[in-house]
């Protein structure tokens, strides 16, 4: 799954993670302090497990003119309940240096055409 900002400059590119990458754990030490000042970043190891799970997918939108850096993060949460499959987005957050550029929405635009894309329903 992929987004792309067209209409800002400089863009910014969304994809989901693939794999707990030396520069995606980086990212998350650099990232989380930011939403959190209690929340510990993951180890590789437990990024790792949470991008393994079908139930999660991990965002990452990078900044395509500084080299491809990653400048914010969301995680989708997917689950079946009785009633339908839900989605939850958590822990979104956007680099300081990137905010006021559209990365937030890029990250959950992207989110929810995902989560629709698996049966989520969009209210």
């Known amino acids: 799954m992929k987004g792309d900002m067209t209409d800002r400059s400089p863009p910014i590119e969304?994809?989901?993670?693939?794999?707990?990458?030396p520069d995606l754990v980086a990212a998350f030490v650099r990232l989380l302090p930011q939403l959190s000042s209690s929340a510990a970043p993951p180890t590789a190891e437990a990024l790792a497990e949470i991008i393994a799970s079908p139930c999660t997918s991990v965002l990452?939108?990078?900044d395509l003119a500084?080299?491809?850096?990653?400048?914010?993060?969301?995680?989708?949460?997917?689950?079946?309940?009785?009633?339908g499959v839900?989605?939850?987005?958590?822990?979104?957050v956007v680099d300081a240096i990137a905010r006021g550029r559209g990365v937030g929405e890029a990250l959950t635009r992207v989110a929810v055409e995902l989560a629709i894309g698996r049966g989520a329903q969009d209210s």
């Open 60 to 62: 990452v939108a990078r």
């Open 86 to 92: 839900r989605a939850w987005i958590e822990d979104v």
């Open 14 to 21: 969304v994809t989901k993670a693939s794999a707990a990458t």
């Open 66 to 83: 500084a080299g491809g850096s990653i400048v914010g993060t969301l995680t989708l949460v997917l689950f079946r309940i009785p009633t």
